[in-house]
């Protein structure tokens, strides 16, 4: 019942190796998600964690993503709903409670072989596509992660049950999910870093907008292909 070490071990891999824009949004993703996946861990082994405590580290984990994303649900298109979280505290409340949520229900339903991952795997592929299709390239690097990271323990997982997710692995996949999904477009205001600290190449098919200033840090490489453009604001 360690299958959620592979998903993080899986995740860190991919964050170690990139050098695109997406690399911080993976890292903090990764980050907020120990918490729950610690004490989901512990209770894989027998320790017997209370359903309190999970809960308390699963918005725990939300916290920690809004903190270090400066990101949450703006809208879910209920008119009477957006005019409240025009507040933002209400906002990052329901945040909150929404990422909880499906932490929560990754788990609840993870009572058969491929169940839960099966259901992760076509969130994220999904949401990879639909991501495609409104040309939001953030969201489809994190799912691609999410989706090719799960993909390996289902092989495992499913029918033969050689390694099992466990609840530490169903609550690590949907919070992952279900942050990374809010990262996306939408955001009235978009906060960036004001230092580059990865090696970055805008393509000679592609066009970057930044806001200044910008400062790239020792030993970072920019690079602008001929034909690839990049406005800072």
Do not use: M
């Amino acid at each position: 019942r360690i299958g959620g070490l592979a998903i993080l071990f899986g995740c860190a891999y991919a964050w170690y190796n990139s050098d695109n824009f997406s690399s911080n949004y993976l890292g903090y993703i990764i980050l907020s998600g120990i918490p729950v996946l610690v004490l989901g861990l512990l209770d894989d082994l027998y320790f017997k964690i209370s359903p309190v405590y999970r809960l308390l580290g699963a918005s725990i984990s939300s916290i920690i993503a809004i903190l270090l994303l400066k990101t949450w649900l703006n809208r879910v298109d209920v008119f009477f709903v957006d005019q409240l979280f025009l507040l933002s505290p209400v906002a990052v409340l329901f945040t909150i409670f929404a990422t909880t949520g499906v932490a929560h229900a990754f788990n609840l339903i993870d009572g058969l072989n491929g169940l839960s991952l099966g259901i992760s795997l076509a969130t994220s592929f999904f949401l990879t596509v639909i991501a495609w299709i409104t040309s939001d390239t953030l969201i489809v690097l994190l799912c691609l992660v999410f989706f090719l990271s799960s993909l390996g323990l289902f092989l495992l997982n499913y029918p033969w049950g050689k390694i099992f997710l466990g609840d530490g692995g169903a609550y690590f996949q949907g919070e992952n999910g279900a942050v990374g999904a809010t990262a996306g477009k939408g955001d009235i205001f978009r906060v960036h870093e004001k230092e580059l600290n990865t090696n970055v190449t805008i393509a000679a098919t592609d066009n970057a907008l930044a806001s200044g200033p910008l400062t790239v840090a020792s030993g970072i490489t920019l690079t602008i292909s001929n034909g690839g453009r990049l406005a800072i604001v």
